[in-house]
């Protein structure tokens, strides 16, 4: 009875840790795992132990006789990586970093970003005795997109705020939330108080098309529409116009795929999870029903990552196309070509909400008068590079598409730290294994760019940490002239948010669903204060 990883597999490697028998690949440091979709497991040398499933912080790892319809297609992609990738010739190469010797209270880190890139930082940290570490964001909750980004209907993939949740009840972890760097306090403050600062701020942009009509209302970023129907603070209020029968989206990534999937969901399949309230009334009375992701290139270069199509592939109720496919592509030369043919000889049923996944095709302006009426579209060629790039071009000719909502997917793009050297071309923070400058560092996305999962800042961080305890041993940071305990005497702390936490979670209790979340910041500061405060009192 093998175990098998499916599709919410975060690529944290906990499960590469607790493996007694070293059948869970690709692993950190070894090749493909920068890489890699996910993990799997070697059906033949797998002792059915159970022990990668306790370890597994968002429930991936499941015996193949507990998979679901849904679940049973990775039962194959498990076993078929090891046909291509065999490991029978490979010792354990994934240890965790061991412990330095750090005297108690002698080494204090301020971690700016209580996003998934930080709270690893942190658990890094805080493995090391005598380390305590200071966790500020700018919201008064934390967790980043693991709380504002992953879909409402992944609750899977959320199930790794638990971990986080460990990782804030340590020894030495102290929360400094609702606390604007640059504008509360500054980035000189944190180095009087700290002798280092690890800046994990993600990527909080997107990348721009650069079209004509790019800024009529109904065109825009992703980014923003995914923040709105997870309740995000800087978008809960935000209107989108959801009177139109067709939506386009602009790439074809794992982010387009959630839009498409929450814009043709049945909300009350929806209303079971910790959608924000008010992007549900919303898209209770929604007239889309088609979405369409356009993509530049082929279906072999697709963005996507296989589980997510599986899990696409999966969806009931919502007709699922291809469109774009190129003549001759063989149908079996990836898994993702294989299963993308599958979809495209299908036939849709009527009456259906569908998503259509077109290939080979280009965005060239958005039109309209004061909003989005149509997207003028042209086909594209594939051409190979010398290096090997496939790339596409536009053939010149054009159709139009009328759509009444334009959202653009084509990634995430980090922004400039203020005091800190930028890479505008790569939007990233230059450094050296994490360093930046004496004392301090960077960690996640604003490191190494928008790429990977939540667990691959696993490994980031213990880079970064690696570094920034090789400073302190050769005496290369500054000890702090100052207490942390000085600074942002007003913001909330561990107590305040899980004043928040019980809040939200009472109230989904009531509904059924995992939380309501809290959507503004009065009201989740509010909740902050005063749950903590008669929790206090014991009333």
């Keep these: 009875m093998p175990y098998v990883v499916t599709r919410s597999c975060c690529a944290d490697a906990s499960c590469v840790l607790a493996c007694p028998v070293n059948c869970i690949h690709p692993a950190p440091g070894e090749p493909g795992f920068a890489t890699a979709e996910m993990l799997y497991v070697d059906p033949e040398t797998c002792v059915d132990c159970g022990a990668c499933t306790t370890a597994c912080p968002v429930d991936a790892l499941k015996p193949h006789t507990a998979l679901g319809a849904a679940e049973l297609p990775f039962l194959e992609l498990n076993a078929s990586y090891y046909k291509d990738n065999p490991h029978t010739d490979r010792a354990p190469m994934y240890v965790l970093p061991k412990q330095r010797a750090v005297p108690a209270g002698e080494l204090s880190v301020a971690v700016v970003g209580a996003g998934p890139a930080g709270l690893f930082a942190a658990d890094e940290l805080l493995r090391h005795p005598g380390v305590r570490v200071t966790v500020l964001d700018r919201l008064p909750t934390p967790y980043g997109l693991a709380r504002a980004g992953v879909a409402p209907d992944h609750q899977d993939t959320k199930q790794v705020t638990e971990l986080f949740r460990a990782i804030e009840s340590q020894p030495g972890f102290t929360y400094r939330l609702g606390v604007d760097i640059g504008s509360d306090i500054t980035h000189a403050d944190l180095l009087r108080t700290h002798h280092a600062v690890l800046y994990a701020v993600g990527a909080s942009s997107d990348k721009r098309l650069g079209i004509d009509g790019e800024d009529l209302t109904g065109s825009v970023a992703a980014t923003d529409f995914v923040a709105w129907y997870n309740g995000h603070p800087d978008h809960a209020e935000d209107t989108y116009p959801l009177d139109t029968e067709r939506a386009v989206v602009i790439g074809n990534g794992n982010v387009a795929l959630d839009v498409a999937r929450i814009l043709t969901a049945d909300p009350d399949t929806l209303a079971r999870t910790d959608i924000s309230d008010r992007a549900l009334a919303a898209l209770r009375t929604s007239q889309v029903r088609e979405v369409v992701l356009v993509g530049r290139r082929g279906p072999a270069q697709a963005a996507f990552t296989l589980p997510e199509l599986l899990a696409l592939r999966a969806l009931r109720d919502v007709d699922v196309m291809v469109e774009g496919r190129p003549e001759g592509l063989d149908a079996e030369a990836t898994d993702k070509t294989r299963l993308l043919s599958e979809l495209a000889a299908r036939t849709p049923s009527e009456g259906r909400r569908r998503i259509v996944l077109r290939f080979l095709t280009a965005p060239v302006r958005i039109t309209g008068d004061e909003r989005v009426r149509a997207l003028e579209l042209t086909p594209t060629e594939l051409h190979t590079d010398e290096d090997g790039t496939v790339r596409a071009r536009p053939t010149g000719t ?60 696993k490994t980031c961080a213990q880079e970064t940490v690696a570094s920034l305890l090789d400073d302190f041993a050769a005496g290369r940071l500054t000890a702090p002239t100052a207490s942390a305990e000085t600074l942002a005497p007003d913001a909330l702390g561990l107590d305040g948010w899980r004043a928040i936490d019980r809040t939200e979670r009472a109230a989904g209790e009531t509904q059924g669903r995992p939380r309501v979340k809290l959507t503004d910041t009065a009201s989740l500061c509010d909740a902050a204060t005063q749950t903590a405060a008669t929790a206090s009192v014991g009333v």
Excluded at 410 to 425: A, H, I, K, S
Excluded at 434 to 456: D, H, L, N, S
């Design 398 to 457: 054009t159709e139009v598409l009328p759509t009444g909502l334009v959202l653009r997917s084509v990634g995430y793009r980090g922004r400039p730290v203020p005091g800190l050297p930028f890479d505008e071309r790569t939007a990233t923070v230059p450094h050296d294994a994490g360093r930046v400058e004496r004392g301090v560092y960077v960690a996640g996305w604003i490191k190494r760019g928008p790429t990977g999962f939540i667990g691959t800042n």
